[in-house]
């Protein structure tokens, strides 16, 4: 009787299992799909910023203008901007990205190249600062739904990072989101702004601007902007 209640606990104790992780994957559905809709929204934004910034790049080639964002200088320290979670269980998704992170950090020490990070998100920062890696700025604890503030503080740090000359190259490295069952780390160049060979359509496109007022956007204006830059 002993042994046929122990089975009887076990077997219950499996369904109450069976009931967390069901309500556990109808909340995570709920935040993918949520996720997804955001990310789909954005792309035209994306898109038609891609655009406005190749018509200004052209243009300013042909004219006498020093703009230091469009500066390219000898690398000799590259700002490795690495976007992570603050919790756990969502599967690949932070130690994709950390190592994605880590083995670029390796290629730059190999060609000579000295690094540092900036790290959104508590996963990578614990991560990074377990092993005593250079590291300039830590954001965590962000909002669900990020805020032009919270934005506005990580692109104010890469500027200055920039603009100081201490990094000669930021580079973000980010998990791009395909498709509900697919999503990959890639790395995209953030500074100094160049968007030859840049495939606004196939990509998200990531640019920062300044709290003065150059290069900002104003997303109501972007689309009429595009059109009414001459062709010539």
Do not use: H, W
């Amino acid at each position: 009787m002993a042994n046929l209640k122990s089975i009887r606990d076990r077997i219950q104790s499996v369904k109450n299992t069976k009931k967390i992780t069901e309500a556990m994957r109808l909340v995570a559905a709920a935040r993918v799909r949520r996720a997804q809709e955001q990310v789909i929204a954005t792309r035209p934004f994306a898109d038609r910023l891609a655009q406005v910034l190749f018509s200004l790049q052209t243009r300013l080639r042909f004219e006498d203008v020093n703009l230091p964002l469009l500066k390219k200088r000898e690398v000799k320290t590259v700002g490795l901007l690495v976007i992570s979670g603050d919790r756990g269980l969502c599967g690949g998704y932070n130690s994709n990205v950390i190592r994605r992170a880590e083995n670029r950090a390796k290629e730059l020490q190999s060609e000579g190249v000295n690094y540092t990070y900036v790290l959104v998100g508590r996963k990578a920062t614990q991560y990074f600062q377990r092993r005593n890696q250079p590291i300039d700025a830590t954001y965590s604890g962000l909002e669900q739904i990020p805020t032009a503030a919270e934005a506005t503080n990580i692109a104010d740090e890469l500027l200055s990072l920039f603009l100081a000359e201490k990094v000669d190259r930021i580079e973000l490295v980010y998990t791009k989101f395909v498709s509900l069952v697919s999503s990959r780390p890639v790395i995209q160049t953030l500074l100094p702004l160049d968007t030859q060979g840049l495939e606004a359509a196939d990509d998200e496109v990531f640019r920062l601007t300044t709290r003065g007022g150059q290069f900002q956007v104003e997303r109501e204006k972007v689309a009429s902007t595009v059109t009414a830059l001459p062709s010539d």
